[in-house]
T-cell receptor, first 116, second 114 residues
Framework: NAGVMQNPRHLVRRRGQEARLRCSPMKGHSHVYWYRQLPEEGLKFMVYLQKENIIDESGMPKERFSAEFPKEGPSILRIQQVVRGDSAAYFC??????????????FGPGTRLTVT | AQSVTQLGSHVSVSEGALVLLRCNYSSSVPPYLFWYVQYPNQGLQLLLKYTTGATLVKGINGFEAEFKKSETSFHLTKPSAHMSDAAEYFCAVSGRNTGNQFYFGTGTSLTVIP
């Protein structure tokens, strides 16, 4: 059973370009979460999605950032007009709808975005 | 609201010595608590979790943690450090009413000295 897949693993963008990060959840998982890890910091929650729905985007910056999880295909985190402060590692996690009140999240290897 | 504090961003121990990584949380409701390990350039791997029941939980690689409600703590321990334990460790909390969002501490980098 393949784990959470993220691509690309490394992405370099110039200021003003767009960055697209992809996440394929584990087989059978219908929930996806995106986190951002800035240098020397912990992971910060960005957004929680189910198929075709954004459930919680309270951690997303108000501008330039968007996320989707279509019915078919991977989840996409899009950053428009990137700035140097967007340089970070972006992690995706996935889970099942456990119904237990908590979801065990499985993390991908991350995409390291560098903005030059 | 939930938050996590990890005391000590860097911890060094000798090989074979006790590992103690500290985690304190604040939560308005009884929390779910997790420890993750991150090796260089890799994603996070779950070490152990506390959700309910026994307050002393055992995880992979010989690690364990104890949930102490009175101290709002969930410290991670391992009796004898191994070189392969060198990594970044993150404590995370999730609330019972907001089970989908994890709040992470800033991490503790563990160095094991031969």
């Amino acid at each position: 059973n393949a784990g959470v897949m993220q691509n690309p693993r490394h992405l370099v963008r110039r200021r003003g370009q767009e960055a697209r990060l992809r996440c394929s959840p584990m087989k059978g998982h219908s929930h996806v979460y995106w986190y951002r890890q800035l240098p020397e910091e912990g992971l910060k929650f960005m957004v929680y999605l189910q198929k075709e729905n954004i459930i919680d985007e309270s951690g997303m910056p108000k501008e330039r950032f968007s996320a989707e999880f279509p019915k078919e295909g991977p989840s996409i985190l899009r950053i428009q007009q990137v700035v140097r402060g967007d340089s970070a590692a972006y992690f995706c996690a996935s889970s099942t709808p456990s119904g237990r009140g908590w979801n065990e999240q499985y993390f991908g290897p991350g995409t390291r975005l560098t903005v030059t | 609201a939930q938050s996590v504090t990890q005391l000590g961003s860097h911890v060094s121990v000798s090989e074979g010595a006790l590992v103690l990584l500290r985690c304190n949380y604040s939560s308005s409701v009884p929390p779910y608590l997790f420890w993750y390990v991150q090796y260089p350039n890799q994603g996070l791997q779950l070490l152990l979790k506390y959700t309910t029941g026994a307050t002393l939980v055992k995880g992979i690689n010989g690690f364990e943690a104890e949930f102490k409600k009175s101290e709002t703590s969930f410290h991670l321990t391992k009796p004898s450090a191994h070189m392969s334990d060198a990594a970044e460790y993150f404590c995370a909390v999730s609330g019972r009413n907001t089970g989908n969002q994890f709040y992470f501490g800033t991490g503790t980098s563990l160095t094991v000295i031969p």
